[in-house]
C-alpha cells in the first residue's frame, strides 16, 4: 500500500501531524489527497497508484500495470466517482508499460491503426503514431500535449498523426 498518506488518515479523513506537513510540503497535492481517499475506500484499502500527472483537460493515474483494470473500476465505477470529485476526465495508465499500450491508454477511445519508427533530420528516432482518420474527433487531446504525455511516461519521441488510408 503506497498510498501518499496514511491509512489512520485516509480511514478517519482526518489528517494526522505527519500528513499535514506533507501536504504543506507540497509532497502531496490536495487533488492526490482526494483522489487517494476515494481509492482507498472504493478499492477497500487494496489498490494504490504511483503518481498523479496532471494532463491538461485530464488528471492521469499512473498505477502498476497489473491494477490499470482494478483502478478503472467494474464499469468504471471508481474512475467516475474520482472524476466527479475532482471535477476532471480520468484516465489511467499502466507504469513501465511499452509505448504501444502506453499510447493505446492515452488516445482512447481514439484507435491506433498502426506505428512506426521514423527518423528525424537530426537523426533523432520518433515513433510516427498513426490515428485512425475516422477517429480524429475521438482524440482527448492535442496531439502535442498527447505526444509530450507519451514521452512523460515512455521516455520515446512520439508524432501523432491522422492516418491517410
Ligand atoms: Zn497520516
Same mark, same amino acid.
Given at each position: 500500500?503506497?498510498?501518499?498518506?496514511?491509512?489512520?488518515?485516509?480511514?478517519?479523513?482526518?489528517?494526522?501531524?505527519?500528513?499535514?506537513?506533507?501536504?504543506?510540503?507540497?509532497?502531496?497535492?490536495?487533488?492526490?489527497?482526494?483522489?487517494?481517499?476515494?481509492?482507498?475506500?472504493?478499492?477497500?484499502?487494496?489498490?494504490?497508484?504511483?503518481?498523479?500527472?496532471?494532463?491538461?483537460?485530464?488528471?492521469?493515474?499512473?498505477?502498476?500495470?497489473?491494477?490499470?483494470?482494478?483502478?478503472?473500476?467494474? =464499469?468504471?465505477? @471508481? /474512475?467516475?466517482?474520482?472524476?466527479?470529485?475532482?471535477?476532471? +476526465? *480520468? $484516465? &489511467?495508465?499502466? #507504469?513501465?508499460?511499452?509505448?504501444?499500450?502506453?499510447?493505446?491508454?492515452?488516445?482512447?477511445?481514439?484507435?491506433?491503426? =498502426?506505428?512506426? @519508427? /521514423?527518423?528525424?533530420?537530426?537523426?533523432?528516432?520518433?515513433? +510516427? *503514431? $498513426? &490515428?485512425?482518420? #475516422?477517429?480524429?474527433?475521438?482524440?482527448?487531446?492535442?496531439?502535442?500535449?498527447?505526444?509530450?504525455?507519451?514521452?512523460?511516461?515512455?521516455?520515446?519521441?512520439?508524432?501523432?498523426?491522422?492516418?491517410?488510408?
Amino acid at each position: 500500500m503506497v498510498l501518499p498518506i496514511c491509512d489512520v488518515c485516509l480511514k478517519s479523513g482526518i489528517l494526522c501531524p505527519g500528513c499535514e506537513k506533507k501536504l504543506k510540503n507540497g509532497e502531496v497535492t490536495l487533488t492526490e489527497l482526494s483522489i487517494a481517499k476515494i481509492i482507498f475506500k472504493l478499492g477497500d484499502g487494496k489498490l494504490d497508484f504511483k503518481r498523479i500527472i496532471d494532463g491538461g483537460e485530464e488528471t492521469i493515474i499512473i498505477t502498476e500495470k497489473n491494477q490499470v483494470g482494478q483502478l478503472i473500476g467494474k =464499469g468504471g465505477k @471508481i /474512475v467516475r466517482a474520482i472524476s466527479k470529485e475532482i471535477g476532471k +476526465k *480520468i $484516465r &489511467v495508465v499502466g #507504469e513501465g508499460s511499452d509505448l504501444k499500450s502506453v499510447s493505446s491508454d492515452l488516445i482512447a477511445p481514439a484507435r491506433i491503426s =498502426g506505428i512506426n @519508427i /521514423v527518423y528525424g533530420r537530426d537523426g533523432q528516432e520518433r515513433y +510516427k *503514431i $498513426r &490515428v485512425r482518420r #475516422e477517429d480524429a474527433h475521438r482524440l482527448p487531446g492535442k496531439p502535442e500535449q498527447l505526444n509530450a504525455l507519451i514521452k512523460l511516461l515512455t521516455g520515446e519521441e512520439t508524432i501523432i498523426v491522422l492516418d491517410d488510408q
